[in-house]
């Protein structure tokens, strides 16, 4: 069983940045692949980043260049650092794992967070 816990969520202009913490515990954090997804209201849950067990990474194109997703292992920690945050980026952000392997479909996550609000004024 694996344990999420996000924090780092808050209001912040555009142009600005965050970053969100996502600390793993239950389980051997290193070997699993770890997500953030989002979800603003009305809106379904969408893929945002994700970093694989060897560290390779793939992003959503809404957020490439802007995004990134640093891991510490010895922190059992996955982080969001969100730079240059728009409006659109206004969402709850949630962190997610899975034992299978990594994925950009919510359906493949085993594992969730309860979830941070990011709100970015214009």
């Known amino acids: 069983q694996v344990q999420l816990v996000e924090s780092g969520g808050g209001l912040v202009q555009a142009g600005g940045s965050l970053r969100l913490s996502c600390v793993a515990s239950g389980r051997t954090f290193s070997n699993f692949p770890m997500a953030w997804f989002r979800q603003a209201p009305g809106k379904e849950r969408g893929f945002v980043p994700v970093?694989?067990?060897?560290?390779?990474?793939t992003y959503a194109n809404s957020v490439k260049g802007r995004f990134t997703i640093p891991g510490d292992n010895a922190k059992n920690t996955v982080y969001l650092q969100m730079n240059s945050l728009k409006p659109e980026d206004t969402s709850v952000y949630y962190c997610?794992?899975?034992?299978?392997?990594?994925?950009?479909?919510?359906?493949?996550?085993?594992?969730w967070g309860q979830g941070t609000q990011v709100t970015v004024s214009s």
């Open positions: 970093i694989g067990w060897s560290g390779s990474t």
């Open positions: 997610a794992a899975t034992r299978a392997a990594a994925s950009v479909g919510k359906s493949a996550y085993e594992y």
